[in-house]
């Protein structure tokens, strides 16, 4: 009777991956043209609550120029949908 209650139990959490997370967020992926510089690989990692997101651009980009080529991505903000109370606006 155990067993087959811990086994309910897993099949109704969801575990979050990183494949969950990625396209929600909307990172530039692999083949995109970013400022003119095309994004060679994306990986991503979710684990212990922490998420990263690692992009490789090619050899020929400076780092100094890696913030203007994600300024696009960086002026996305994230925002929650704020709680209303019960009143009526």
Do not use: H, W
Not at 13 to 28: E, G, Q, V, Y
Not at 38 to 66: A, G, H, L, Q, W
Request: proline share 6%; hydrophobic share 30%.
């Amino acid at each position: 009777m155990m067993k087959r209650r811990e086994s309910n139990m897993n099949q109704m959490m969801k575990t979050t991956t990183s494949s969950d997370i990625a396209p929600l967020l909307n990172f530039p992926e692999k083949g995109e043209i970013l400022s003119g510089n095309k994004v060679i690989e994306t990986e991503t990692k979710y684990k212990d609550n922490v998420f990263r997101y690692r992009i490789t651009f090619p050899k020929n980009v400076r780092r100094s120029d890696i913030p203007n080529i994600l300024r696009e991505f960086y002026n996305t903000s994230l925002c929650r949908k704020p709680r209303l109370s019960n009143k009526n606006y």
